[in-house]
């Protein structure tokens, strides 16, 4: 007689990567004289079946780290994360999505006898602001979950932005601007995005597709709000509604969003007495935690990841393809207006950049989810690469063509912001994903911090010529991390195949 077969879950490494395999425990009684049962175990490898196939739809992600935990992926708190998340990347992502028409205006005005090379400092310190930062946040979203991190920020952030309503010279801007909002974009951003890991997996793509569609949103309406609001009430009064507006979502965010998992680490527990029995003061534990605090941070920066292969072009392909997206957004509205449009036109084409985003953020996700997402990154980069240098450089004379690049620019831009995140943590246990991804913030913001300058130096003088050089840097960006991305999936799969869902 037979009895019923129980599937016992077992670990093993493969290739540098956990994969779960079935052992199935089968007795059976023996037929030619034996009385008792013997225990019979085999072991059904279905990874190796499945790398045979050609097909996405036959192949698991067999990189996923978290193979032992279940993740909800999906249900009602679940989805309220997602819309919480949502809430919250419309304020950051979309003020990010927004400094063009920033830059633009400060260009023209307070700042208009600037160099364009000393301008552009004030948005990549904001950037390097907004990422490197992300380091201490990773500590704090570990520790106390995402609720304080995110209070934190959207008061620096809002206190920022009314700051920058009375700012008049350059530095005034970089202590406004860049490093008071900057810090509070770090503080609410991180938060925002390392939250989703923790209640979806297989769906993990699309629901951070569906949560960075607030980035697009925020792009669309922030241009439009300064569009009409900087004739009618001027700089000052625009900034202060913007800020107040950001707060109101955030605060939304900050009242929706929740971890599931604890990554809780103790760098905050001080006991109350010392070895010999005194009690600790209040001044000396609060130093003792400081201590203790710089130590844990140290150790956050110590660069262990950085000894895996497809951590190391993970991160240098997110930080290339973000400084091209970060300078793009830049100077596309100066791009435009100095092809001799008008300033509505050259605000109704990064609207129509940041409205096609909303499908660019989504669509990828879903199909990212199918056929892998990395699969997804690299056919993009290298369609949007073809874009700018088609569309972007070539036919840049032209009022159609730079309409259509608006449209193909979003849709594909989008993507690449909205699928990054899910390719870093598509290597990164999840508990640990908070500290991984604010570590790739940090080479981000010095990667942008230097790469910003660096085109507003190429721009110089806005000269069409020079405005041409600038796409070419653009370009080669693309080009350079797409090649990156590549070499990460490589370092995943170990082949080139395409046709494999990575």
């Known amino acids: 007689m037979e ?7 077992a670990k093993t490494k493969d290739e540098g990567d956990i994969i779960v395999r079935d052992i199935i425990l089968t007795n059976h009684e023996a037929t030619q004289g034996h009385s008792s049962a013997v225990d019979r175990f085999s072991v059904v490898d279905d990874h190796d079946s499945r790398t045979s196939q050609n097909s996405p ?3 698991d992600s067999i990189f996923e780290i978290d193979a032992e935990e279940e993740f909800p992926d999906g249900g009602w708190d679940a989805w309220l994360v997602v819309i919480g998340a949502l809430c919250g990347c419309t304020p950051i992502l979309g003020l990010l999505n927004s400094i063009g028409p920033i ?4 260009s023209t005005h307070q700042l208009e006898n600037t160099s364009t090379t000393v301008i552009a400092w004030i948005f990549s310190i904001f950037t390097a602001v907004g990422y490197m930062s992300g380091v201490l946040v990773g500590v704090l979203v570990d520790e106390f979950g995402v609720k304080m991190p995110m209070l934190m920020g959207s008061l620096f952030h809002l206190i920022g932005l009314l700051a920058t309503a009375e700012c008049k010279t350059v530095y005034q801007f970089i202590l406004a601007f860049s490093v008071c909002s900057g810090m509070g974009t ?3 951003l991180t938060s925002n995005m390392a939250v989703i890991p923790h209640w979806f997996k297989r769906n993990k793509a699309k629901a951070t597709g569906i949560a960075t569609i607030g980035g ?7 241009p439009l709000m300064m569009k009409s609001l900087y004739d009618k009430v001027g700089f000052q009064w625009t900034m202060r509604i913007v800020g107040l507006v950001c707060f109101a979502l955030n605060m939304m965010a900050f009242f929706l969003i929740k971890t599931r998992l604890s990554g809780k680490t103790g760098v905050f527990n001080i006991p109350e007495f010392d070895e010999n029995g005194q009690k600790f003061s209040f001044v000396r534990k609060a130093w003792l935690r400081f201590e203790q605090f710089s130590v844990y941070v140290t150790k956050l920066i110590d660069f262990k990841a950085f000894k895996e292969a497809k951590y190391t072009c993970c991160v ?5 393809s973000e400084l091209m997206l970060v300078c793009c957004m830049t100077y596309l509205m100066s791009y435009f207006i100095k092809r001799g449009h008008s300033s509505a036109t050259a605000f109704n084409m990064v609207i129509i950049v940041n409205a096609t985003g909303i499908l660019g953020r989504f669509v990828p996700g879903i199909a990212a989810d199918r056929y892998g997402v990395y699969n997804v990154m690299i056919g993009m980069l290298v369609t949007l690469g073809i874009v700018q240098f088609v ?4 036919l840049g004379q032209h009022l159609w063509s730079l309409y259509t690049f608006s449209v193909l620019f979003g849709f594909f831009s989008a993507s690449v912001l909205s699928l990054s995140p899910v390719c870093l943590s598509a290597i ?7 500290k991984r991804f604010s570590t790739a913030f940090l080479v981000v913001g010095f990667v942008s911090l230097i790469g910003l300058p660096i085109g507003g130096a190429i721009i110089d003088n806005a000269s069409i010529s020079n405005y041409n050089n600038f796409i070419v840097y653009t370009g080669i960006l693309c080009a350079a991390s797409s090649v990156f991305w590549a070499l990460t999936r490589y370092a995943i799969r170990r082949t080139w195949k395409i046709n494999i869902k990575v």
């Open 57 to 59: 739809e036959s192949l």
């Open 391 to 394: 569309l972007w450089l070539s």
């Open 316 to 320: 240098i392909a997110f930080a290339l």
């Open 3 to 9: 009895t019923p077969s129980y599937p016992l879950k």
């Open 103 to 106: 830059e633009s205006y400060i």
């Open 428 to 434: 990164s246990p999840t508990k640990d994903f908070a």
């Open 186 to 188: 770090s503080l609410c």
């Open 216 to 222: 697009s949103l925020g792009g669309v309406v922030f």
